[in-house]
């Protein structure tokens, strides 16, 4: 029952009391109102709780699961009820996500439930709150114990084989007639002194053997790099949600399957694309604490991937792996910055020699313009179309009469025969 409604009748009949000249009537009030304070008392006071949540993997990959553990801890016993659990796990579930203890319970308790890695993406877990009440039910309480906490799911990875690329036949270093800059870790020979060498550049050994002056000659090299471009440009996607996700969720599968690729073949990797990264939008709308229709939350994402770009810099560091991993299971597309003008955004970035691998459901005469550029300029290009759309297939025939020598992907059969 509503506590207004306790007071009041606490109050009625303590105005009854008055006028019937009931003691009675006058002690039932004054004890009924008594109740209610120290009901409202103890809710206010709440049991000393602390929570603990344990999450066995927080990066998973498909099929996998995850146990998440939560443990509660009270300093003292608690005279009412309480309930404490789990917001609704995004993923599939099993087990208990909750638990309900009465009053006089035990100091400590918990409860596990097990989550099944069945799609790709960033999963937020939690909060995990807790509500309390007095033993009558007078009065209640909500309290969050513990923050929301992160699982990543990374997308499928295939195996891609012996890749007859450009990338895959030059692992590491890509010898280069334009002399970029000279690598002093890489000596070539010796040669004559020549005037305005400098004195770190003299060879003292040769010198000294020849009795003329020798300089040190070292070669000329650039480390081989390759840049992958994720187009996720919704209006570039078939019309159809299934068409969508299937389209997309292959694009970011082998764009992962390629980066691991490259990165174990000791190349340096990097990934630029125009999606959006739901962690941002999870930041927002934790920051804001409010809860978004599916048309403004479609919004508020086609916003922050037109001002937010995502980009990771070619790099091989141990931890390269991971962060593509992450970054790709987070990337939805939106309708952001559409290839074109990503396209404008990469050029200034990339290194001379360096491959450019776009993965792409279709293109504009504008994308073919910018491509041909690219390579016009000493770039690599290898365009990869990704569906069995009307739109990939104009994509193929714009590529081909442009001489990129685009290759087709329509299904995930086709990724082991890709690189053939």
Same mark, same amino acid.
């Given at each position: 029952?509503?506590?207004?409604?306790?007071?009041?009748?606490?109050?009625?009949?303590?105005?009854?009391?008055?006028?019937?000249?009931?003691?009675?009537?006058?002690?039932?009030? $004054?004890?009924?109102?008594?109740?209610?304070?120290? $009901?409202?008392?103890?809710?206010?006071?709440?049991?000393?709780?602390?929570?603990?949540?344990?999450?066995?993997?927080?990066?998973?990959?498909?099929?996998?699961?995850?146990?998440?553990?939560?443990?509660?801890?009270?300093?003292?016993? %608690?005279?009412?009820?309480?309930?404490?659990?789990?917001?609704?796990?995004?993923?599939?579930?099993?087990?208990?996500?909750?638990?309900?203890?009465?009053?006089?319970?035990?100091?400590?308790? =918990?409860?596990?439930?097990?989550? +099944?890695?069945?799609?790709?993406?960033?999963?937020?877990?939690?909060?995990?709150?807790?509500?309390?009440?007095?033993?009558?039910?007078?009065?209640?309480?909500?309290?969050?114990?513990?923050?929301?906490?992160?699982?990543?799911?990374?997308?499928?990875?295939?195996?891609?084989?012996?890749?007859?690329?450009?990338?895959?036949?030059?692992?590491?270093?890509?010898?280069?007639? *334009?002399?970029?800059?000279?690598?002093?870790?890489?000596?070539?020979?010796?040669?004559?002194?020549?005037?305005?060498?400098?004195? *770190?550049?003299?060879?003292?050994?040769?010198?000294? %053997?020849?009795?003329?002056?020798?300089?040190?000659?070292?070669?000329?090299?650039?480390?081989?790099?390759?840049?992958?471009?994720?187009?996720?440009?919704?209006?570039?996607?078939?019309?159809?949600?299934? +068409?969508?996700?299937?389209?997309?969720?292959?694009?970011?599968?082998?764009?992962?399957?390629?980066?691991?690729?490259?990165?174990?073949?000791?190349?340096?990797?990097?990934?630029?694309?125009?999606?959006?990264?739901?962690?941002?939008? +999870?930041?927002?709308?934790?920051?804001?604490?409010?809860?978004?229709?599916? =048309?403004?939350?479609?919004?508020?994402?086609? =916003?922050?991937?037109?001002?937010?770009?995502? $980009?990771?810099?070619?790099?091989?560091?141990?931890?390269?792996?991971?962060?593509?991993?992450?970054?790709?299971?987070?990337?939805?597309?939106?309708?952001? *910055?559409?290839?074109?003008?990503?396209?404008?955004?990469?050029?200034?970035?990339?290194?001379?020699?360096?491959?450019?691998?776009?993965?792409?459901?279709?293109? =504009?005469?504008?994308?073919?313009?910018?491509?041909?550029?690219?390579?016009?300029?000493?770039?690599?290009?290898?365009?990869?179309?990704?569906?069995?759309?009307?739109?990939?297939?104009?994509?193929?025939?714009?590529?081909?009469?442009?001489?990129? $020598?685009?290759?087709?992907?329509?299904?995930?059969?086709?990724?082991?025969?890709?690189?053939?």
């Amino acid at each position: 029952m509503n506590n207004l409604l306790w007071v009041l009748l606490a109050l009625l009949a303590l105005v009854l009391s008055w006028f019937a000249e009931s003691a009675l009537l006058a002690w039932v009030a $004054c004890f009924l109102i008594l109740i209610l304070i120290i $009901c409202r008392l103890l809710v206010y006071i709440g049991p000393s709780l602390q929570a603990e949540r344990v999450i066995s993997a927080n990066y998973l990959h498909q099929g996998e699961q995850a146990q998440v553990r939560i443990r509660l801890r009270s300093a003292r016993r %608690h005279w009412g009820w309480l309930i404490a659990g789990e917001a609704d796990p995004p993923l599939p579930f099993k087990g208990h996500r909750g638990v309900m203890l009465g009053a006089l319970s035990g100091k400590q308790s =918990e409860f596990t439930y097990t989550l +099944e890695a069945a799609r790709r993406g960033y999963f937020v877990i939690g909060p995990l709150s807790a509500l309390y009440g007095d033993p009558l039910g007078f009065a209640e309480r909500r309290r969050v114990l513990l923050a929301s906490e992160s699982i990543t799911v990374f997308p499928r990875i295939f195996g891609l084989g012996r890749m007859h690329l450009p990338i895959a036949r030059s692992p590491g270093e890509l010898h280069t007639q *334009r002399r970029t800059f000279e690598d002093p870790t890489r000596p070539a020979g010796i040669r004559e002194y020549r005037q305005g060498d400098a004195l *770190r550049r003299v060879h003292w050994r040769a010198t000294a %053997h020849t009795g003329k002056p020798q300089s040190k000659l070292y070669d000329v090299s650039t480390s081989l790099q390759a840049m992958l471009v994720l187009n996720l440009y919704r209006p570039d996607y078939a019309a159809g949600q299934a +068409e969508l996700t299937q389209a997309s969720e292959l694009a970011i599968s082998v764009a992962a399957s390629l980066s691991l690729h490259l990165l174990s073949a000791g190349q340096r990797v990097g990934l630029i694309s125009n999606g959006l990264d739901i962690k941002e939008r +999870e930041t927002v709308l934790q920051k804001t604490g409010v809860s978004l229709l599916p =048309e403004s939350l479609a919004r508020l994402s086609d =916003e922050l991937a037109v001002s937010r770009r995502v $980009c990771l810099p070619p790099s091989r560091a141990p931890e390269r792996s991971l962060e593509i991993l992450s970054l790709l299971a987070r990337l939805q597309p939106a309708q952001g *910055r559409s290839l074109a003008l990503l396209l404008k955004d990469v050029r200034p970035q990339l290194s001379w020699g360096e491959v450019l691998i776009l993965l792409t459901p279709s293109v =504009e005469d504008a994308v073919v313009d910018s491509l041909v550029g690219l390579t016009h300029a000493g770039f690599s290009v290898l365009p990869i179309v990704i569906g069995d759309s009307a739109q990939a297939a104009r994509a193929i025939i714009q590529l081909t009469a442009a001489r990129l $020598c685009p290759h087709r992907l329509m299904t995930e059969e086709d990724i082991s025969g890709l690189f053939a």
